[in-house]
C-alpha cells in the first residue's frame, strides 16, 4: 500500500490570515493563490502492516517532536476515513522549499502528504474531497491541490464541508512569474499559527482586515480573468500590506521583515517608478516575492541579485497542481 505524490507550494494573493477554528483549521476569511512551479515536495507513503508506528524522514534525516506529531495526527485523519486506524506508514519526503522561513513549505507538504497517504491507503478522492482533507494539516496546503489560480472559500458550516479551495484558472492561462527573493532561510520566531492566533484575539486593525477582503477578492479574480497584470499587482501588493498591518497592532506587536524586506520593497516600488511593472507580496516570513511579466525578467532579477542581503533569488512560472509519481 504505497504512492508517491508531488505537489508544489503557492503565494497567497489574498492572504489567509487567522482562523475562526483551530481545531480543524477553518479560515476567518477566503483566500486566493498561484502555485509555483520552482518550489515544490514529493512524498511517498507505504503502509505496512508491519509497522507499529509510524515513521517519518523528511530530507533523509529522521524527524521527531512537534514535526512528527503533526504529520502522524493527520495519517490518523487518512486511516479513519479509510477504517483502518491500526494501520501505521513509512513516509519519506524530500521538500524543495526552505522550511518555515516565510515559503509555505507546509502547503505543499501537506498537499503531497495528503494526496500520497489517501492514494496509497486507497481512497479515492475527488480534487475537492482532497482539498478539504488536506486542509486539515495545513490550511493554505488546501489551494496546493490546484495548479495556476486558486481560491479558498472559507464557507460557513462549523464542520468544514464546504471550505476547500477550487481553481479560478490553470496553469496556461497568463504566464506572471514570481522572483522569491531570500534574505534569511532560518526558522521564524513567530510561526504562522502563533501569529494568527495573536493578532486574531489582539490586533487593533483585524476587523478592519476583514472588512477589505470581499473587495479584493472580487476585484483580483476579474484581473486575473483579463490578464490584468496592473490590477492584480495593486490589489495583492495592497493586500499583503494589510495583512502585515495587522501584526503591528497586535499585543505584544511583531513583525516578520528584516530591513533587507524593507530595501526589497522599496527597489520593487522603483522598478516601477522606471516603467517596470513589478510588485511584491510577503507571506508570515521575512523573504520577498515579486510579480514580474516574462518581458522583464532580466531586468528584475539583476535588480533583485543586486541588493545587499539578499542570498538567493529563485525564479518560478506558474506551477501544476498535485501529480502522481
Same mark, same amino acid.
Given at each position: 500500500?504505497?504512492? @508517491?505524490?508531488?505537489?508544489?507550494?503557492?503565494?497567497?494573493?489574498?492572504?489567509?490570515? %487567522? +482562523?475562526?477554528?483551530?481545531? $480543524?483549521?477553518?479560515?476567518?476569511?477566503?483566500?486566493?493563490?498561484? @502555485?509555483?512551479?520552482?518550489?515544490?515536495?514529493? @512524498?511517498? &507513503?507505504?503502509?505496512?502492516?508491519?509497522? *507499529? +508506528?509510524?515513521?517519518? @524522514?523528511?530530507n533523509d534525516e529522521p524527524v521527531?517532536?512537534?514535526?512528527?506529531?503533526? &504529520? *502522524?495526527?493527520?495519517?490518523?485523519?487518512?486511516?479513519?476515513s479509510a477504517g483502518k486506524d491500526k494501520l501505521?506508514?513509512?513516509?519519506?519526503? $524530500?521538500?524543495?522549499?526552505?522550511?518555515?522561513?516565510?515559503?509555505?513549505? *507546509?502547503?505543499?507538504?501537506?498537499?503531497?502528504?495528503?494526496?500520497? %497517504?489517501? +492514494?496509497?491507503?486507497?481512497?479515492?478522492?475527488s480534487d475537492q474531497e482532497l482539498s478539504r482533507l488536506t486542509r486539515q494539516g495545513s490550511g493554505s496546503a488546501c489551494r496546493s491541490i490546484y495548479g495556476g489560480f486558486a481560491e479558498w472559500e472559507m464557507g460557513e458550516k462549523p464542520d468544514g464541508s464546504d471550505s476547500y479551495a477550487v481553481p479560478i484558472a490553470p496553469a496556461d492561462h497568463w504566464d506572471v512569474r514570481v522572483a522569491a527573493v531570500i534574505l534569511n532561510a532560518t526558522m521564524k520566531k513567530v510561526s504562522s499559527r502563533e501569529g494568527m492566533k495573536r493578532t486574531v484575539d489582539t490586533s487593533a486593525f483585524y476587523s478592519g482586515w476583514l472588512d477589505s477582503i470581499p473587495q479584493d477578492l472580487q476585484q483580483i479574480k476579474e484581473g486575473i480573468s483579463g490578464c490584468d497584470f496592473e490590477k492584480v499587482g495593486q490589489i495583492a501588493e495592497a493586500n499583503c500590506l494589510r495583512m502585515h498591518a495587522t501584526t503591528l497592532g497586535a499585543y505584544p506587536p511583531f513583525t516578520y521583515w528584516l530591513d533587507t524586506t524593507m530595501t526589497v520593497m522599496q527597489a520593487v516600488q522603483a522598478m516601477r517608478a522606471e516603467g517596470i511593472p513589478a510588485y511584491f507580496t510577503i507571506d508570515a516570513g521575512p523573504n520577498v516575492k515579486v510579480l514580474y511579466l516574462p518581458e522583464n525578467e532580466k531586468t528584475v532579477e539583476k535588480t533583485l541579485r543586486n541588493i545587499p542581503g539578499v542570498t538567493d533569488v529563485r525564479l518560478s512560472k506558474s506551477g501544476q497542481g498535485v501529480t502522481y509519481l
Open positions: 500500500m504505497k504512492a @508517491t505524490a508531488k505537489a508544489h507550494t503557492n503565494i497567497a494573493l489574498i492572504k489567509y490570515w %487567522g +482562523k475562526r477554528d483551530e481545531s $480543524i483549521i477553518l479560515p476567518t476569511n477566503s483566500s486566493l493563490s498561484l @502555485t509555483l512551479d520552482g518550489f515544490y515536495t514529493t @512524498t511517498t &507513503v507505504d503502509f505496512q502492516e508491519e509497522l *507499529s +508506528k509510524d515513521i517519518f @524522514t523528511l521527531t517532536g512537534t514535526a512528527f506529531n503533526r &504529520v *502522524s495526527a493527520f495519517l490518523d485523519l487518512i486511516r479513519r501505521f506508514a513509512n513516509v519519506q519526503s $524530500i521538500n524543495e522549499v526552505p522550511t518555515a522561513a516565510g515559503f509555505a513549505s *507546509s502547503a505543499s507538504g501537506f498537499a503531497a502528504l495528503a494526496a500520497a %497517504g489517501a +492514494k496509497a491507503i486507497g481512497l479515492e478522492l
